[in-house]
Nanobody, 115 residues
Framework: QVQLVESGGGLVQPGGSLRLSCAAT????????MGWYRQVPGKQRELVAT???????NYADSVKGRFAISRDNAKNTVYLQMNSLKPEDTAVYYC?????????WGQGTQVTVSS
């Protein structure tokens, strides 16, 4: 059983920064993709950024140049450095891990960008 635990969310002013972390535990296939999605009430969950265990990244256009995803494969941990935050980045951010036909999700962490 795979568990994903996020941390690092909170309240930040526009233009500020936050760093999210997500640690995966359990039986994890070493070749996988970890990443982040976000969701606001009434809207579908959307991709923020993903990174394969081989280092290939994928970003939503809305966060390119502002967010950076990284991971520590030895620790099965993925990070999301969020800079130049905007009010429209406010959402619940979910960590995800996937390989083969499996996809797991964390419980979500709230990020609020407001003055």
């Amino acid at each position: 059983q795979v568990q994903l635990v996020e941390s690092g969310g909170g309240l930040v002013q526009p233009g500020g920064s936050l760093r999210l972390s997500c640690a995966a535990t359990g039986s994890i296939f070493r070749i996988n993709t970890m990443g982040w999605y976000r969701q606001v009430p009434g809207k579908q969950r959307e991709l923020v950024a993903t990174m394969t265990s081989g280092g290939t990244t994928n970003y939503a256009d809305s966060v390119k140049g502002r967010f950076a995803i990284s991971r520590d494969n030895a620790k099965n941990t993925v990070y999301l450095q969020m800079n130049s935050l905007k009010p429209e980045d406010t959402a619940v951010y979910y960590c995800t891990l996937g390989y083969g036909g499996f996809r797991g999700w964390g419980q979500g962490t709230q990020v609020t960008v407001s003055s």
